[in-house]
């Protein structure tokens, strides 16, 4: 006695056959995936490679934008014009506070953050001198500028 189903699977009771032509769809997916794999990953590498660049250059932009407030402040104040001095020595002290804060994230290692950071004793002190319209405030801020540049690495230390 045999059954339908036996008949229908030729007799021996194995599940029926797939048709290599219902493989074809998912063989297609699956090298469909693979070409895209294969564009998406050099493509990947290189937008981790420029985000990476612009990091740096973004880190490069600040430490700059830094030292030309600074700069500003110290030719701005050896030219008698006190006010747009304290406003730019207050700006990067503002600006340098900022940077600090970012930590980890920040333009400078902890060594270059830590003497940064001792940059800040003499802020209160050359505020007033500024608005107090002051000349000595010029030879404190050439001073503060040289040692920006020393402490953020551009600049080869005094012989």
Known sequence: MSTELDNDAGGRGDAP?????????????????????????PMWLKARERAGERDRAQSALRVGALRGRLADAAIDARRGDYEPARQAASEFYSGLSAELARG?????????????????????????????????????LSDLYQRYRQAAGGAPPPR
């Open 17 to 41: 056959r797939r048709n290599p032509r219902s493989r074809r769809p998912l063989l297609f997916a699956a090298a469909l995936l693979a070409a895209f794999l294969l564009g998406l990953v």
């Open 104 to 140: 980890a994230d920040s333009a400078f290692d902890e060594a270059r953050r830590n003497a940064l950071r001792a940059m800040f004793d003499a802020r209160d002190d050359t505020i007033t001198l500024l608005a107090r319209s002051d000349p000595a405030s010029a030879d404190r």
